[in-house]
């Protein structure tokens, strides 16, 4: 924990005379404040520590994709720029001295180019967290042939692994034609065999521990992330700190409400988002007899 609280505030400091964006400090003082309070760690957070921890760990982190920098809903800004002079500052490459680095880099709109690449430098070196994040995810489109011919099927073809994460942000916030779907239905039909592991993920403990797992354990395969769109910023989707500190990466969650077993009558499985909405209208509607795991 006191390791995690270190790297938690070493990520929201910035140099003296470094001119951050006003919206910026009051994100920063924010996180500054989940650390310390060692509670509501949101989304953005709960990704940035995984990166965070790792590095200080001495495992390199790589991303790229278009606004990776920032990331595409302004949760990220792995990278600050000083609104005087356009400076640029990465908080997560000044944990401490003998950490490893991040490279995180803003790519064009080629994202055959982009993503094949990644899918090659996680082969040529497996023991740094590679990460190709899309703008939408139905920006994936563009690398199709990448992810059906090689990113899911290399292991059974050639027996080459590969720990590569496609970030792909999904929407379905009402955002219109390409910016609101990344195509999961497609992931699912090229499951087989455990050659790929697709996560629609519910609260930031669990991408916590999704990404760092990639890297530490002995074995690699690709993970596809339906990353949110609604959950960056709402109020319930918080971890505390030791669901973080003391906790692992759950398949299942169970209910979280005090049921009576008995009185159940229905059990809805859910993934990501939909959670809040049910458990929201459970309680509307006081019901005690649905369970939601």
């Given at each position: 924990?006191?390791?995690?609280?270190?790297?938690?505030?070493?990520?929201?400091?910035?140099?003296?005379?470094?001119n951050?964006?006003?919206?910026?400090?009051?994100?920063?003082?924010?996180?500054?404040?989940?650390?310390?309070?060692?509670?509501?760690?949101?989304?953005?957070?709960?990704?940035?520590?995984?990166?965070?921890?790792?590095?200080?760990?001495?495992?390199?982190?790589?991303?790229?994709?278009?606004?990776?920098?920032?990331?595409?809903?302004?949760h990220?800004?792995?990278?600050?720029?000083?609104?005087?002079?356009?400076?640029?500052?990465?908080?997560?490459?000044?944990?401490?001295a003998d950490?490893?680095?991040?490279?995180?880099?803003?790519?064009?709109?080629?994202?055959?180019?982009?993503?094949?690449?990644?899918?090659?430098y996680?082969?040529?070196?497996?023991?740094?967290?590679?990460?190709?994040?899309?703008?939408?995810?139905?920006?994936?489109?563009g690398?199709?042939?990448?992810?059906?011919?090689?990113?899911?099927?290399?292991?059974?073809?050639w027996?080459?692994?590969?720990?590569?994460?496609?970030?792909?942000?999904?929407?379905?916030?009402?955002?219109?034609?390409?910016?609101?779907?990344?195509?999961?239905?497609?992931?699912?039909?090229?499951?087989?065999?455990?050659?790929?592991q697709?996560?629609n993920?519910?609260?930031?403990?669990?991408?916590?521990?999704?990404?760092?797992?990639?890297?530490?354990?002995?074995?690699?395969?690709?993970?596809?992330?339906?990353?949110?769109?609604?959950?960056?910023?709402?109020?319930e989707?918080?971890s505390?700190?030791?669901?973080?500190?003391?906790?692992?990466?759950?398949?299942?969650?169970?209910?979280?409400?005090?049921?009576?077993?008995?009185?159940?009558?229905?059990?809805?499985?859910?993934?990501?988002?939909?959670?809040?909405?049910?458990?929201?209208?459970?309680?509307?509607?006081?019901?005690?007899?649905?369970?939601?795991?």
């Open positions: 924990e006191a390791e995690f609280k270190n790297v938690g505030v070493a990520i929201t400091k910035t140099p003296v005379g470094f951050v964006h006003s919206k910026l400090v009051r994100l920063l003082e924010g996180r500054r404040k989940m650390i310390e309070d060692g509670a509501g760690l949101d989304w953005g957070m709960g990704e940035s520590l995984a990166y965070a921890t790792l590095l200080n760990s001495k495992i390199p982190v790589r991303i790229t994709g278009q606004d990776v920098e920032r990331g595409t809903f302004t990220r800004h792995c990278i600050l720029n000083d609104s005087e002079n356009g400076t640029k500052f990465c908080p997560m490459n000044n944990i401490k950490q490893a680095k991040i490279e995180i880099h803003n790519s064009n709109l080629s994202e055959s180019a982009v993503m094949g690449f990644e899918y090659g996680s082969i040529a070196n497996p023991k740094v967290l590679s990460i190709w994040e899309a703008q939408f995810g139905d920006f994936g489109n690398a199709q042939v990448i992810i059906d011919q090689f990113l899911c099927a290399s292991e059974s073809k027996s080459r692994f590969s720990g590569l994460v496609l970030l792909l942000p999904h929407g379905y916030e009402g955002q219109g034609p390409e910016h609101s779907s990344a195509r999961l239905e497609r992931f699912l039909q090229l499951c087989a065999k455990n050659n790929l697709v996560c993920l519910t609260t930031p403990a669990q991408i916590f521990h999704a990404l760092r797992r990639q890297v530490l354990r002995d074995f690699r395969i690709p993970l596809v992330v339906m990353s949110p769109k609604s959950l960056l910023r709402h109020p989707a918080i505390s700190m030791k669901e973080f500190t003391e906790g692992s990466f759950q398949e299942v969650i169970a209910e979280t409400k005090s049921l009576d077993v008995s009185g159940v009558k229905r059990v809805l499985l859910c993934s990501g988002k939909i959670y809040y909405e049910l458990r929201a209208e459970r309680e509307k509607q006081n019901r005690s007899d649905v369970a939601i795991v």
